[in-house]
């Protein structure tokens, strides 16, 4: 099929040319003309299945088909609600490239900025607006936001959105919105609470799966190292200077142990950048840029503020702490050997971590490719270890004081 086929308007069609793209994906394939009949939708598209384009080709067409030529000022008319900042300016880029030559105006709005400048884009009005979900709302508190003319509510990467505790906050978006609008779910995985949300959002809606969450590219070489947890840094500096050439993403499970591996590594001598939820916009923008202009070699990420992230070459991931939930970790190394490349995943695995190792073998039906010989190896057989203090408390277990909360180091 041709993106012709779809029925697209012939300005929407240039811009998407000069991208280069001659085909639609498989998503753009099916959800293009549902959205475009005015359907909701539930739809599991991981990142790299072009499901961004989907929505923003389609919201663009059907604006563009509906459109009112008056001097009105302009009404919010499509809404797309992103949990990361990171996430949201991707989209926002997506609808100002395939936008350029329409009249359409698009902005984005998110946390960690001056809202001022947001402000002032919002009162010239605008057309589409990709939004965080705590940004949106403070703004909407100030009535600087009216969502009483959104046609397409677009809820995108909706797991993640859920694991971030944004749940009332959709519900009440979605609430705010026009009760005759279109909604649109995409998520890279459908869980229960997923389902649960669709439910009370979405009308009859149409359900798109497109390509399995266990699909792993055949591009990738996945090693495995079993290793204590004390020996993982040391086995990350040993893989550092002996087999890893040109950028590497480091996944970490916290934002404390982010902070931790930086320091140490940077103090080792090499050149890295990191993010976290709890950096600001701008460190995590410039972070970002440092290892894309490759002034940094390394970036060590949290999965939640690397998701958005899109950035060619890389030559390496290394999975520090294994994922808990297994499609993490097929979402981790599909950042790596992409546009026909080759690349290399190696998976930390303590004893602790076995079950998630597990998990994810069962859940791209495939086993890692296991490394014994190394500096730091683990006994396969070896046990979780539970540090027991010698003589049981003859006290019961009761609530913390506030003074020994306070003394006590969050390790998240």
Partial sequence: MSFKELQLNKTI????????????????EKAIPQILNHKDLIASAQTGTGK??????????RLRTEQNNSKNIKKIQALVVSPTRELASQIDVNFKTYSRYTNIRTAVVFGGTSIEP?????KKGIDILVATPGRLLDLH????????YVKTLVIDEADLMLDMGFVDDVKKIER??????QTLLFSATIPFKVEQLAKGILKSPIRLEVAQNASTSKHVNQLLYYVSKKNKIQLCLHLLRNNIRGNVIIFRR???????????????GYKVSSIHGDKTQSDRQTALNQFKTKDARILIATDVASRGIDINELNAVINFDLPSVAEVYVHRIGRTARAGNTGVSYSFCAAEEKPY?????????LQLHRIDDHPYPL??????QIHKTPGKSKYKKGRKSEASKKKKKRWY
């Fill in 13 to 28: 069609l240039r811009a998407i040319a000069e991208q280069g793209y001659e085909a639609p994906t498989l998503i753009q």
């Fill in 52 to 61: 961004t384009a989907a929505f923003a080709l389609a919201i663009i067409q």
């Fill in 118 to 122: 947001q402000k002032d884009i919002l």
């Fill in 141 to 148: 508190k100030q009535d600087l936001v009216n969502l009483d």
């Fill in 176 to 181: 705010l919105c026009a009760q005759t609008k």
């Fill in 254 to 268: 916290t934002k404390y142990g982010v902070d931790k591996l930086e320091e140490i590594l940077s103090t080792n």
């Fill in 357 to 365: 190792l597990k998990s994810i073998e069962q859940l791209i039906q």
């Fill in 379 to 384: 006994d396969p057989k070896a046990k979780k």
